[in-house]
C-alpha cells in the first residue's frame, strides 16, 4: 500500500503509523477441551473470564452433527440434532483422541471403522469418515471464533488443557486438531494444572493439593505438588464412567419407584425425566426439598433423601482419592488445598464428603465449570508475553516413562515419569549379528517392565548401518520431549562416522501431510468459514486504506492536490465505505485496490516533499 | 562462555566439588529456566524455538545430574578423565563382592518370609553404608584418588540399586 509506507521526517510518525505502533495488547485464549462440555476463556491484567454466547451460555457441549449436505454443527444445537440424528452426531470424542479401536471397549451410538494403518479410529457419518481430530477441531474452531469475535480479530495463540494422564498420543492428537482448526498451541497444560493456577496456588512455595474434577460422565483426581513453579503430578485417578449423569439417574430411577413405573418408557419419555432429574438436582444445591413431577404423578424430594440416593457414588470418588494417596505415598493431613472442578462438585453432599475426608481447605470460590479454562486463559495470556506481578514459570512433567524394546520383549525406559520437561536422553545400542546393516527400534510408553504391557508409540527402522562385526557399530538413539510432552525420536549411527538419522512421529499422531490434506479438505467443505474470514480481511483491508489516506489528507492534501485531485479522492472514499457495507468480499477488495491505485500519484509527490525536507538542513558532504 | 560450553557446574555457578549448596543449585536452577524455557520464546522463530528446547533440556539434564548425588559423583568422574562405567576386574574389591552376595541373600529370604520389620532394618543399615561411602567417594575425589574414588562409586551403585530393590519389595508387601 503506497500510503503506509511514507514516513515523515521531522514531525514524528504518521498518524497511520502511530496507530500501528502503539503497544497492542497480544490477544491469546485459555481453551477447555471438555469430553462433555468445552469453554473458552480469556485474561488480562491477571484477571480472567469465560466467553458466553448472546444468551449467556458460556458452557459448548462438545457435540459435532455432520448433515448429509456437510454442514458442520457445533454446541448446543449440535446436541438437539443428536436426538433425532444420534448416527452423525458425535459426542465424547475426547475419549477416541489418540486411541486405537482395540482402546475402545464400549458402545457408541455412531460407527467407527479402523483407519487402514492401525491409527486412530474413523467415525462415519453423512458427510463422509471423519478422524477424532477432525471432530475435535470444528469444536476447537467453535471456541476460537468466540475468542476472535470477542478480542478482535486474529488470536496470537491458544493454551489448551489435557487430562494429566494424557499420553504422548493423546496430547499429540489434541495438538493435531489445534493445527487443523487453524490455532497455534502456545502450550498444551494439564487440567489440574490449570486448576491451580486459576487459584494462585502457582505462586505459593510448597504445597501439596488434590484436583477433584467431577465432570459430566467422568471423574479425574490429580494429586499434585507445586514447588516454587514446578508443577509434578503425583498421582492421577478416578473412573472415566462416573460423572453428574449418574447422580442424574439416581434421581431417575427414584421416580420409577415412587411412580411405580415398570413399563419401558419411550426415547421422548426417558429425555423429559432426565431433564427433571438434572432440573430436581440443581434445585437442591441451594433448597431443602424440591418438587418433581413426571406425567400425571408428583412428589417430593428432599436434600436428605437425594444424598442417601447419591452417597454410595460419593463414596466411590473418595475411595479413587485413598487410592491416589496411597499411590503416591502421601497422606491425607499432606494435603493443604483441595480444589474443586466439574459442574457437580455444586452439589452439596459432595463438598461436604470431600471436605469432611481431606479436611483441608476447599476451594470452590470459582465457578467449577470455568476454573480450568480461567487457568488456561492465565497462562495464555503469560505466555503471548503480556506480562503481569512476578513472573512465574510453569514447569511441567512427562506423566509416563518413556522407552524402547530390549531383547525378550522388555521395555527400557529411557526418560522415567516425572522428569522435568523439556528433556532429552540418549542412549546407546550395538548390533548383535556380523554384518548386521539395519536396527528396528520400537518406542514404548509406561511403566510396565514387560513390552506387551505397555503403549507402542512407534516402530521404525534404521538403515544403512555399515557391515561390521556385531558390537561394533554403534546407534544412538535420542528421545527429546518438548514443553509440552511431544516427542521426537532420532537414532544416529556413530562408530564410522556415517550419520543417519530418523525423525519420527507417534503411529497415533497424524503425519504433517495428513494435516495439511484435513486443513485442505476443510477449506472446500467449509466454504462459508472461508468466504467469512475473506470478508473480514477484506474489510480490514479497506479500513486501513481509509485511514491512511484520510490522515495524509489531512497532513498534505491542501498543498499538494489540486481541488478537483482533492475531491476525486474523497469520492473514493466514499465508494469504499459504500462498498465494504455490501459484504461482497471481492467487490472490497477491488474497490480498494481502485482507489490504491488513484492515490499513487498523491503518494509519489508526499515523498518528494519529504525527501526535500530531509535533506533541507543537511549539506551535500553529509548526504553522500 | 556458551551455554553449551560450560560443565553443569559451572553452567549453575557453583564450585566443581562433591560438596554441593543445594539452595545455590535451586536458586540458580530456576534462573536459567525462567530464561531460556521455551514459553519464553513461543512466538519466536523456530531457530530460536529449537535452541530454547534444547537449551532447557541440557539445563534439566544438568540439574538432574548435580541433584543426585550418585550421578554427580559419575559426572565429578568424568570431568575428572576416568570412565565410571567401565568395570574393571582388577579394580574389585573382593572383600565387598563378597558382602554384596551377603546382602542379596538377605533380601531374597527377607521377602520370602514377607519380614516387612526386617525389610526396614535393612534398609535403615544399608543407608548408613551409603552415606558413610558418600564421605569417602568425596574425601578420595578431593584428593585426587580418582582410582579409588572410582571403585567407591562402583559400590554405590550397588547400593543405590538395592535400596531400590528394597523399596519395590516392601511396596508389594504392603500391596499399594
Known sequence: ?624 | MSLQQANYFELFSLPISFQLENTQLEVAYKKLQSEFHPDRVVNADDRTRVQALQQTSMINDAYVTLKSPLKRAAYLLKLAGVDAEEHNQLHLDEAFLIQQMEMRETLASLIGDEDLEGLDAMKDSIDKEKTTRLANFEAQFTASQFVKAKSIYNQLQFIYKLLDEIDKAEEKLLDY
Open chain 1, 1 to 624: 500500500m503506497a500510503l503506509l509506507s511514507i514516513s515523515e521526517p521531522g514531525q514524528g510518525k504518521s498518524q497511520a503509523h502511530a496507530a500501528d505502533n502503539k503497544v497492542v495488547k497480544k490477544s491469546a485464549i485459555g481453551i477447555d477441551l471438555g469430553t462433555t462440555n468445552s469453554l473458552v476463556a480469556i485474561a488480562s491484567e491477571g484477571r480472567a473470564h469465560a466467553l458466553c454466547d448472546h444468551d449467556g451460555q458460556c458452557l459448548v457441549p462438545s457435540v459435532v452433527h455432520y448433515a448429509e449436505d456437510g454442514k458442520v454443527t457445533v454446541g448446543y444445537e449440535a446436541w438437539l440434532k443428536g436426538a433425532k440424528d444420534s448416527s452423525n452426531t458425535i459426542s465424547s470424542v475426547k475419549r477416541l483422541m489418540g486411541r486405537g479401536k482395540e482402546d475402545i471397549h464400549y458402545d457408541l451410538p455412531y460407527e467407527i471403522v479402523s483407519a487402514d494403518n492401525g491409527g486412530m479410529p474413523v467415525i462415519k457419518t453423512a458427510a463422509g469418515s471423519k478422524s477424532p481430530v477432525e471432530v475435535s477441531a470444528e469444536i476447537l474452531k467453535t471456541l476460537v471464533r468466540r475468542g476472535e469475535e470477542e478480542l478482535g480479530g486474529e488470536l496470537e495463540g491458544a493454551v489448551i488443557t489435557v487430562p494429566a494422564y494424557f499420553d504422548e498420543s493423546q496430547r499429540q492428537a489434541t495438538k493435531d486438531a489445534a493445527q487443523l482448526a487453524g490455532i497455534k498451541v502456545l502450550r498444551l497444560l494439564g487440567e489440574p494444572t490449570a486448576a491451580a493456577i486459576a487459584y494462585g496456588l502457582d505462586r505459593k512455595q510448597e504445597e501439596t493439593v488434590m484436583i477433584y474434577d467431577l465432570g459430566g460422565g467422568t471423574f479425574d483426581v490429580s494429586l499434585m505438588r507445586l514447588e516454587q513453579g514446578v508443577f509434578k503430578v503425583l498421582a492421577t485417578g478416578g473412573d472415566a464412567a462416573l460423572g453428574g449423569d449418574d447422580l442424574d439417574r439416581t434421581i431417575i430411577q427414584w421416580v420409577l419407584n415412587e411412580a411405580g413405573i415398570t413399563d419401558e418408557l419411550s426415547y421422548a419419555q426417558l429425555n423429559s425425566l432426565a431433564s427433571i432429574a438434572r432440573h430436581a438436582k440443581h434445585e437442591l444445591t441451594h433448597s431443602e426439598q424440591t418438587q418433581v413431577t413426571f406425567e400425571q404423578w408428583s412428589g417430593t424430594l428432599t436434600r436428605e433423601q437425594f444424598n442417601t440416593l447419591i452417597d454410595v457414588l460419593v463414596e466411590q470418588t473418595i475411595k479413587a482419592c485413598r487410592r491416589v494417596l496411597r499411590d503416591a505415598k502421601i497422606t491425607v493431613d499432606e494435603i493443604s488445598d483441595v480444589v474443586m472442578v466439574g459442574g457437580s462438585t455444586r452439589t452439596p453432599r459432595v463438598r461436604e464428603r470431600v471436605s469432611e475426608f481431606f479436611g483441608a481447605e476447599v476451594h470452590t470460590e470459582i465457578d467449577p465449570d470455568k476454573v480450568v479454562a480461567v487457568g488456561a486463559a492465565l497462562q495464555a495470556d503469560v505466555l503471548a508475553g503480556n506480562k503481569y506481578g512476578d513472573d512465574i514459570l510453569l514447569l511441567d512433567v512427562i506423566p509416563l516413562s518413556l522407552g524402547i524394546e530390549t531383547m525378550g520383549g522388555l521395555m527400557e525406559k529411557i526418560i522415567p515419569r516425572n522428569t522435568t520437561i523439556p528433556v532429552a536422553r540418549a542412549q546407546q545400542f550395538t548390533t548383535y549379528k556380523d554384518g548386521q546393516t539395519a536396527m528396528s527400534l520400537h518406542v514404548l510408553q509406561g511403566e510396565r517392565e514387560l513390552v506387551s504391557d505397555c503403549r507402542s508409540l512407534a516402530m521404525f527402522e534404521l538403515k544403512g548401518i555399515p557391515p561390521m562385526v556385531a558390537g561394533a557399530a554403534v546407534v544412538e538413539v535420542t528421545f527429546q520431549v518438548d514443553a509440552d510432552g511431544l516427542m521426537e525420536v532420532q537414532a544416529k549411527e556413530l562408530s564410522t562416522g556415517t550419520v543417519s538419522s530418523v525423525v519420527i512421529k507417534p503411529s497415533y499422531g497424524l503425519e504433517d501431510k495428513d494435516i495439511e490434506k484435513m486443513i485442505m479438505d476443510s477449506y472446500s467443505s467449509a466454504a462459508s468459514d472461508k468466504e467469512a474470514r475473506a470478508l473480514q480481511e477484506s474489510r480490514v483491508e479497506a479500513e486501513r486504506i481509509i485511514e491512511a489516506l484520510v490522515s495524509a489528507l489531512v497532513v498534505d492534501g491542501q498543498s499538494l492536490l489540486s481541488e478537483a485531485e482533492y475531491a476525486r479522492l474523497e469520492e473514493g472514499i466514499l465508494q469504499l465505505q459504500k462498498t465494504i457495507e455490501s459484504g461482497d468480499s471481492d467487490a472490497i477488495h477491488e474497490a480498494s485496490e481502485a482507489l490504491n491505485e488513484a492515490t499513487l500519484e498523491f503518494a509519489g509527490r508526499r515523498m518528494n516533499t519529504q525527501i526535500k525536507t530531509a535533506l533541507a538542513g543537511h549539506s551535500i558532504e553529509e548526504i553522500d
